[in-house]
């Protein structure tokens, strides 16, 4: 019942380059979240945007929304290595208001 | 801040034992989640409680049980381990509806 899928699985880039993530979804959706999660711990929450969103700024990130083809995008900008960690989407299950289906991730390698 | 504890960040037990993790948030929050995550298959949702003594099945519920008897704690047992529930076991709360959820730092349990 996986929901989300997120291109590339893996990603190299250099320190103070831009970092793209892509997610793509089946089903109509009210809101997507992206998650990041350093090795060995847990998930934390970075971002909430709403259908009725297109782009959403937080700090270095910024997320976009395209319902009509089912995608979102997270870039980070001037990265750094700190921001090595896997990156997740993850959307409403179904019409369920409670539960979130995570995607595999990406994991984003920063080099100094 | 909202903390999310999980009782052991690692775990090893032995087949066929009864095992507990057990998990405790300090923001009364209604929902609560267990999940595990294995490489290449991202996290799959064990099973949900929206509420005391509430719970709803997840994706893999199959050789689990949870018990939520009070609000800010949930457990997920596993009746009787296999060397197949060797995994990394995540717990997540969050407020009513599509909110961030907010996770504990996981328990790497081992079944040998």
């Known amino acids: 019942s996986q929901q989300g899928e997120e291109d590339p699985q893996a990603l190299s880039i250099q320190e103070g380059e831009n970092a793209t993530m892509n997610c793509s979804y089946k089903?109509?959706?009210?809101?997507l979240q992206w998650y990041r999660q350093n090795s060995g711990r847990g998930l934390v929450h970075l971002i909430l945007?709403?259908?009725?969103?297109r782009e959403k700024h937080s700090g270095r990130l910024r997320v976009t929304l395209d319902t009509s083809k089912k995608s979102s995008s997270l870039l980070i900008t001037a990265s750094r290595a700190a921001d090595t960690a896997s990156y997740f989407c993850?959307?409403?299950?179904?019409?369920?208001?409670?539960?979130?289906?995570f995607g595999t991730g990406t994991l984003l390698a920063v080099q100094p | 801040d909202v903390k999310v504890t999980q009782s052991s960040r690692y775990l090893v037990k032995r087949t066929g034992e009864k095992v507990f993790l057990e998990c405790v948030q300090d923001?009364?929050?209604?929902?609560m989640f267990w999940y595990r995550q294995d490489p290449g298959l991202g996290l799959r949702l064990i099973y949900f409680?929206?509420?005391?003594?509430?719970?709803e099945k997840g994706d893999i519920p199959e050789g689990y049980s949870v018990s939520r008897e009070k609000k800010e704690r949930f457990s997920l047992i596993l009746e009787s381990a296999s060397t197949n529930q060797t995994s990394m076991y995540l717990c997540?709360?969050?407020?009513?509806?599509?909110?961030?959820?907010?996770f504990g730092d996981g328990t790497r349990l081992s079944i040998l």
């Open positions: 997540a709360s969050s407020q009513a509806g599509n909110q961030p959820q907010h």
């Open positions: 089903t109509s959706i009210n809101n």
């Open positions: 945007i709403r259908s009725n969103e």
């Open positions: 993850a959307t409403p299950w179904g019409g369920a208001t409670n539960k979130l289906i």
């Open positions: 923001m009364d929050h209604e929902n």
């Open positions: 409680s929206y509420d005391v003594k509430m719970k």
